[in-house]
Every structure is written in structure tokens, then in C-alpha cells.
């Protein structure tokens, strides 16, 4: 019998331990939790483990405040950093969160040299470049978290909109993971495989693009943190996709070299996400409007690019 998939989430704040809860009730890996806060993720570690036995899950989940224990790790999931409070934009994250994601780059490289990275840390797409960069990986994994939050968000409007379940909505969000330069795809959405104009109108759709590109700021003003129910859903959607080998079609952010005719940037796109992370880019037949706005939040991420100092 083979050994099960190990998967450690660095930095174990409320998208970490939430993406860890999602990833043990799913029973999709043995967890490492790691953070810089003395005693607190072996805390959370244990804490996890005792809720195993009333789901009947049989995973180990341990803590940590180094890299030892992350030794061989399937995935690595790059959390660390600081979030962002009410006003906040992720892009003012970008020089604090920078050299954090360095220093924890640099040791995951170390002990887990094989492993697929997923990065969540804020602002996304430099940071998955970034990551990219440093560890020397090939871009196949390194992956983003990006449209694979977005979308889920822009999916839940549709369904409420519509007044459907959410399991027949299909919806995907291309881009830059910021609020003003997201690019929700209201032309390929689909409810139970019906086109989304054929059931709204164009004002009700536009209006749902907006708020899905204002998801993430609307859960902070509201509660004044950063989410983590959904964020850590949708990592743990992607990492099941690879420890499962499970060729999901989630958008992610990756690295470029030509395709939607962009080279060397890192940014949201539908990919095929399986055992050795992403296994092809699907490349969209994009409107001239869609295009255009590509464009353009691909230029507002390599204007992050600029400082990272690379």
C-alpha cells in the first residue's frame, strides 16, 4: 500500500487552519501545519486531530514552527504573511509579504524539492511570480490561487440570482486577482448548461460581475479581516485536484510563455490541474473586450512585478 499524500499549508492563520479543515474532512492528505507564532500551530494541529475520530477521518495533522516535519511534501501550500484590514488594497501588502515569501520559499525548496507550490499570500499574482522565480520550479508547479476563489464567488451570485443550486452553475473568472482588475466571464457562465444571458438580463449580470470583483473587500468591510471559509475551500479544492490526480479545469495563476499573448507574468487562467500540478493551460477564444481587459489587468500585474526587485 502506498503512503498518503503529505501536504503542508505554511502559515496557519484562519485561511490555514480553515484550507486544513476542508483538506482532513476530505481525507486528502496527512497536514503539517507551519507558522512563525511559537506553540500556536501545534496547537491547532492537535486540536484538528481530535475532531478525526468524530468523522471518521484517518489523517495526522502536526504542527510546527519550522521545516523539518514538511520533509517530502506533496504540496505546499504558501499562506504566510500579513492580510489585509478594511481599505486595504492587496496590493499594498506587496513589500512586507515579499520577503516573507522569500525566507519560506527558500526552506520549502530545501526539504521539499519535488513538491507542487500553491500560493494564497497576498497580492497574488506577484507573489506567485515571485515564488516562481525563487525556487527554480518548473512553472508546470507553481500555481496561484486566484480564479479558483474568484470563480467560486461569481458562481454563488449566479445561483442566488437565478434562484438555482449552485452545483449547476459554471462560472469562470480570468485575470489579475484584484479588485479593479479580475476579469469575470460572463460569456462563457452557464446554469445546468444554459447559457447565463438566456437567464438574466444584461443589467443583472453586469451587476454580478462587479460584486464578484469586489468579493473579497465586501467580506472585509463587513467583518474586518480578510475571508477564509471560501479561500480555504477553494485551496483545498486545488490541492484534492493534485494529490488525486484529478485533471480539474480551475483557473489559476501561472506562468505565462505565450499564451492569451503574454510571456514571463504570472496570472489567472483556466488550467487542467492534476498529479504534477498544471497539465495544460486551455486557452479561451476571447472577445475583443475581453481581450482588451486581459490585457490590461496582465499590465496592472506587471506594474506589482516592478517592485519585487527581481
Known amino acids: 500500500m502506498g503512503r498518503r499524500p503529505k501536504v503542508t499549508i ?3 492563520g484562519m485561511v490555514g487552519h480553515t484550507a486544513a479543515q476542508w483538506l482532513a474532512v476530505d481525507e486528502a492528505a496527512d497536514l503539517v501545519l507551519v507558522d512563525i507564532i511559537e506553540k500556536m500551530p501545534m496547537g491547532k494541529a492537535l486540536d484538528l486531530q481530535q475532531s478525526t475520530p468524530v468523522r471518521g477521518v484517518d489523517v495526522t495533522v502536526v504542527g510546527s514552527n ?8 506533496d504540496v505546499v501550500v504558501i499562506i504566510a504573511g500579513i492580510a489585509r484590514k478594511p481599505g486595504m488594497t492587496r496590493e499594498q501588502l506587496i513589500g512586507t509579504n515579499a ?3 522569500r525566507g519560506v520559499v527558500e526552506q520549502v525548496v530545501r526539504y521539499s524539492p519535488d513538491a507542487v507550490l500553491v500560493v494564497v499570500t497576498n497580492p497574488l499574482d506577484a507573489m506567485t511570480y515571485l ?8 512553472r508546470e508547479r507553481v500555481i496561484g490561487e486566484s480564479g ?7 458562481r454563488t451570485f449566479i445561483a442566488r440570482e437565478v434562484g438555482v443550486s449552485s452545483a449547476d452553475v459554471q462560472g469562470i473568472v480570468i485575470g489579475a486577482h484584484t479588485d479593479k482588475d479580475m476579469v469575470p466571464l460572463a460569456r462563457f457562465a452557464q446554469v445546468g448548461g444554459i447559457p447565463l444571458s ?10 454580478i ?5 469586489r468579493g473579497g473587500a465586501e467580506i472585509t468591510e463587513l467583518m474586518g479581516t480578510s475571508a477564509f471559509f471560501a479561500p480555504g475551500a477553494a485551496i483545498a479544492q486545488m490541492v484534492g485536484a493534485i494529490v488525486r490526480d484529478r485533471k480539474r479545469l480551475i483557473p489559476c495563476s501561472v506562468y505565462l510563455d505565450g499564451e492569451y499573448g503574454e510571456r514571463d ?8 490541474l492534476g498529479a504534477g500540478g498544471v497539465e495544460r493551460v486551455i486557452e479561451l477564444p476571447l472577445d475583443e473586450t475581453e481581450r482588451a481587459a486581459f490585457a490590461a489587468s496582465a499590465a496592472a500585474v506587471r506594474e506589482m512585478l516592478g517592485a519585487l526587485a527581481l
Open 99 to 101: 520577503g516573507i515569501v
Open 10 to 12: 505554511v502559515g496557519a
Open 265 to 272: 507574468v504570472c496570472i489567472g487562467v483556466p488550467v487542467v
Open 209 to 213: 460581475v462587479a460584486r464578484t470583483r
Open 148 to 154: 479558483a476563489l474568484d470563480g467560486t464567488r461569481f
Open 66 to 73: 519550522g521545516y523539518a516535519e514538511t520533509e517530502g511534501s
Open 198 to 207: 438566456h437567464l438574466l438580463p444584461a443589467d443583472r449580470v453586469e451587476a
Open 131 to 138: 515564488t516562481y522565480k525563487i525556487s527554480g520550479f518548473p
